[in-house]
């Protein structure tokens, strides 16, 4: 709904949890992962960006639909199966959507 391929978002997402999921529980990348995520994404500060830039987006929809977190999952995850529940959050995206992109 807001631009973004939800393959990429997903991967993108995963890769940089593994990443904070290694440093926060004591370890390092491997130099092996290292490289793998550095070709992939030129810099390991692209990642970073991707996954921040995510972040500005979540903060703004948030800011625009003034609906806490737990009510916003909940649309989300129903979206996903409902297809009313995607037309009710399709609708209220739309005005943060100016704004982002």
């Known amino acids: 709904m807001l631009g973004f391929d939800h393959?990429?978002?997903?991967?993108?997402?995963?890769?940089?949890?593994?990443?904070r999921n290694l440093f926060a529980h004591g370890s390092q990348l491997s130099y092996r992962e290292k490289r793998r995520l550095e070709l992939k994404y030129k810099d390991l500060k692209n990642l970073l960006l991707t996954?921040?830039?995510?972040?500005?987006?979540?903060?703004?929809?948030?800011?625009?639909?003034?609906k806490g977190k737990d009510e916003l999952i909940d649309l989300l995850d129903d979206s996903l199966i409902d297809n009313q529940k995607g037309d009710q959050l399709s609708s209220w995206i739309s005005s943060a959507k100016e704004v982002i992109c």
């Open 51 to 66: 996954v921040l830039n995510y972040l500005r987006v979540s903060i703004i929809v948030a800011i625009f639909l003034k």
């Open 7 to 19: 393959h990429d978002v997903k991967r993108n997402l995963g890769e940089a949890y593994r990443v």
